[in-house]
């Protein structure tokens, strides 16, 4: 199973002092570590998930809070949800899923 991992913005109102300390103390780092550079949003499996969270939890100010709902929950600055890997437009724009799906049309 995969899941998605969302990086809150500064500008959401869960994000707070201690998660920004987070942030610049080597949460920012773990997150490109993990192919988050340039995105807000990462695909990890269930042991890349694990191993992200344990590394996050080492970092100092790391904040666990539990979810707003059954199927997202919420750790430090980032939102968790399982990922439908047939979903492409999860992750990208519609004019690049349309590209997609032409190239899927093709082959």
Not at 22 to 39: H, I, K, P, V
Not at 45 to 59: R, T, W
Not at 92 to 101: E, K, T
Request: charged share 25%; glycine share 6%; net charge negative.
């Amino acid at each position: 199973m995969k899941f998605k991992i969302k990086a809150l913005s500064d500008s959401d109102p869960k994000w707070n002092c201690e998660i920004e300390q987070w942030w610049s103390q080597g949460g920012a780092l773990l997150w490109n570590r993990f192919g988050g550079f340039g995105s807000e949003v990462i695909i990890l499996d269930e042991y890349e998930l694990s191993a992200f969270f344990e590394a996050a939890s080492l970092i100092p100010n790391w904040q666990k809070c539990d979810g707003d709902s059954e199927n997202e929950k919420l750790y430090g600055p980032f939102v968790v949800s399982p990922w439908d890997e047939n979903a492409k437009e999860q992750l990208v724009s519609p004019q690049v899923a349309a590209v997609h799906r032409q190239l899927d049309d093709t082959e």
